[in-house]
């Protein structure tokens, strides 16, 4: 600065002064990048000691008694915009630069994804609600069972040849996650004499290996009815209520019998293919057979009564189960039961009207 260190004495050339202090300070003010530069850039203009302000305050001295109060004015402008422009320059400087972006206003908005109920979740609602008119009620039991509740009491003893149908994965020998919902009927039926009018629905777990009709952990529903004189005749017109009602339509349904350790007799339950009405021999959904196994069913065994003290004399009953996502595989007509858990929202919401 040409004029710096010249002793003044007119108010003019101080004025001048100023401004050149005022255009060299803008132009440093510009290259501060950083905490440190910024520092610099204080002490140079405010520092108490040396700061080019606190020579100019010294100056005064040398101008005329009149002229001062005008010149002291000056100063204190300088100073107050020198002031506000290194706050700035701070406030820049130390906000982190993710923070500069988040509150960029001109940034377009984020979108909230909203979810959907799950559709298997709604399909075992719509069960729900159809044995809860028929005045079941629902209960609930643990995902890890004992040895004991998951075969033992339902009549599978160890080493039954019946133990390797279930692909059972075990905590501990004697600890194992629920294979199926049926331990929950022994649960019930400990705890409550009959008539009992339950149904179970939950998670189960099995060894196996995800394909489109098999997955290690689906849902399933099981029921349970025992009363004096409950026969065959009270199964097949509960499930055949059940399955129209589901299904809403008058569609086919046949008993083939089967084997479980659990009930005697027993039979498996087919509903016609809703797809193609058993007249597609390529049919995906059927494979061509014309029927879907839906259901697993059968009068309970007498052992099984015995196992928690109910007395088979005077009581009988029946029990079904079937599997959640399995039965939503037909009814929505998804290829495959892996979309269930993928969580694609573009999936999932499809379901939220139905
Ligand atoms: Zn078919």
Same mark, same amino acid.
């Given at each position: 600065?040409?004029?710096? /260190?010249?002793?003044?004495?007119?108010?003019? &050339?101080?004025?001048?002064?100023?401004?050149?202090?005022?255009?060299?300070?803008?132009?440093?003010?510009?290259?501060?990048?950083d905490e440190?530069?910024l520092?610099?850039?204080?002490?140079?203009?405010?520092?108490?000691?040396?700061?080019?302000?606190?020579?100019?305050? &010294?100056?005064?001295?040398?101008?005329?008694?009149?002229?001062?109060?005008?010149? /002291?004015?000056?100063?204190?402008?300088?100073?107050?915009?020198?002031?506000?422009?290194?706050?700035?320059l701070e406030?820049r400087i130390k906000?982190?630069?993710?923070?500069?972006?988040?509150?960029?206003?001109?940034?377009?908005?984020?979108?909230?994804? !909203?979810?959907? +109920?799950?559709?298997?979740?709604?399909?075992?609602?719509?069960?729900?609600?159809?044995?809860?008119?028929?005045?079941?009620?629902?209960?609930?039991?643990?995902?890890?069972?004992?040895?004991?509740?998951?075969?033992?009491?339902?009549?599978? +003893?160890?080493?039954?040849?019946?133990?390797?149908? !279930?692909?059972?994965?075990?905590?501990?020998?004697?600890?194992?996650?629920?294979?199926?919902?049926?331990? #929950?009927?022994?649960? #019930?039926?400990?705890?409550?004499?009959?008539?009992?009018?339950?149904?179970?629905?939950?998670? #189960?777990?099995?060894?196996?290996?995800?394909?489109?009709?098999?997955?290690?952990?689906?849902?399933?529903?099981?029921?349970?009815?025992?009363?004096?004189?409950?026969?065959?005749?009270?199964?097949?017109?509960?499930?055949?209520?059940?399955?129209?009602?589901?299904?809403?339509?008058?569609?086919?349904?046949?008993?083939?019998?089967?084997?479980?350790?659990?009930?005697?007799?027993?039979?498996?339950?087919?509903?016609?293919?809703?797809?193609?009405? /058993?007249?597609?021999?390529?049919?995906?959904?059927?494979? /061509?057979?014309? !029927?879907?196994?839906?259901?697993?069913?059968?009068? #309970?065994?007498?052992?099984?009564?015995?196992?928690?003290?109910?007395?088979?004399?005077?009581?009988?009953?029946?029990?079904?189960?079937?599997?959640?996502?399995?039965?939503?595989?037909?009814?929505?007509?998804?290829?495959?039961?892996?979309?269930?858990?993928?969580?694609?929202?573009?999936?999932?919401?499809?379901?939220?009207?139905?």
């Amino acid at each position: 600065m040409k004029t710096k /260190g010249k002793a003044l004495s007119n108010i003019k &050339d101080f004025k001048l002064k100023i401004e050149e202090y005022k255009e060299a300070f803008k132009n440093a003010s510009v290259k501060v990048k950083d905490e440190k530069s910024l520092q610099e850039l204080r002490n140079l203009y405010l520092s108490r000691k040396k700061g080019y302000l606190r020579v100019l305050f &010294d100056e005064l001295k040398t101008l005329k008694p009149t002229d001062r109060p005008k010149a /002291g004015q000056l100063i204190n402008g300088l100073k107050n915009y020198i002031q506000k422009r290194l706050q700035s320059l701070e406030k820049r400087i130390k906000v982190p630069k993710r923070l500069i972006r988040e509150i960029d206003l001109t940034l377009p908005g984020r979108n909230r994804y !909203w979810g959907a +109920p799950h559709p298997v979740l709604l399909f075992q609602e719509e069960i729900e609600r159809i044995f809860l008119a028929m005045g079941f009620s629902i209960e609930d039991g643990p995902e890890i069972e004992t040895d004991y509740y998951n075969f033992e009491a339902l009549n599978f +003893p160890p080493h039954h040849p019946a133990r390797d149908d !279930w692909d059972t994965l075990y905590i501990t020998d004697d600890l194992l996650l629920r294979t199926h919902t049926s331990p #929950v009927q022994i649960r #019930v039926m400990e705890k409550q004499k009959p008539p009992i009018r339950v149904i179970n629905p939950g998670k #189960v777990f099995r060894k196996e290996a995800p394909d489109p009709t098999h997955l290690p952990m689906f849902f399933q529903l099981e029921g349970l009815v025992v009363d004096k004189d409950i026969t065959f005749a009270h199964l097949k017109g509960t499930l055949e209520f059940f399955l129209r009602t589901l299904f809403l339509e008058k569609i086919n349904i046949r008993f083939r019998p089967a084997f479980f350790p659990f009930t005697e007799p027993s039979a498996e339950v087919d509903i016609e293919c809703t797809v193609c009405g /058993g007249k597609n021999r390529e049919c995906r959904v059927c494979g /061509g057979e014309g !029927w879907i196994e839906i259901l697993g069913s059968g009068m #309970v065994d007498p052992q099984v009564l015995k196992n928690v003290n109910i007395d088979p004399e005077q009581y009988s009953g029946f029990a079904f189960g079937l599997g959640i996502d399995r039965t939503a595989l037909f009814a929505y007509e998804i290829q495959d039961m892996r979309y269930f858990y993928e969580n694609d929202l573009r999936f999932i919401r499809q379901f939220a009207q139905k």
